[in-house]
């Protein structure tokens, strides 16, 4: 059984950074693909970072040049630094493998970040 749990939101002010970390447990990490996805309140998840097993990286522009995706195979954990919040930036933000362009395991509860003054 496949398990990602996802952590690090919170409530932070526009300008401000946090950092999310992603434990996966249940499968051989290193294989997949990984990526960040975000769902706002009534907008459809959308994949907003990946990286690919050998690492290289890739973004969605709303949030290329604040974002870094990274991942320790090692721990079994992926991350993202998010920098330069926005008040847009406020979701859900979920981890997920990517196999054929499409998220492939089941979800985890996502961790909530909220961009506020």
């Known amino acids: 059984q496949v398990q990602l749990v996802e952590s690090g939101g919170g409530l932070v002010q526009p300008g401000g950074s946090l950092r999310l970390s992603c434990a996966a447990s249940?499968?051989?990490?290193?294989?997949?693909?990984m990526g960040w996805y975000r769902q706002a309140p009534g907008k459809q998840r959308e994949l907003v970072a990946r990286i690919s097993s050998a690492g290289s990286t890739d973004y969605a522009d709303s949030v290329k040049g604040r974002f870094t995706i990274s991942r320790d195979n090692a721990k079994n954990t992926l991350y993202l630094q998010m920098n330069s919040l926005k008040l847009e930036d406020t979701a859900v933000y979920y981890c997920?493998?990517?196999?054929?362009?499409?998220?492939?395991?089941?979800w985890g509860q996502g961790t909530q970040v909220t961009v506020s003054s």
């Open positions: 249940g499968t051989i990490f290193s294989i997949y693909a």
């Open positions: 997920n493998a990517i196999l054929g362009g499409r998220p492939y395991f089941s």
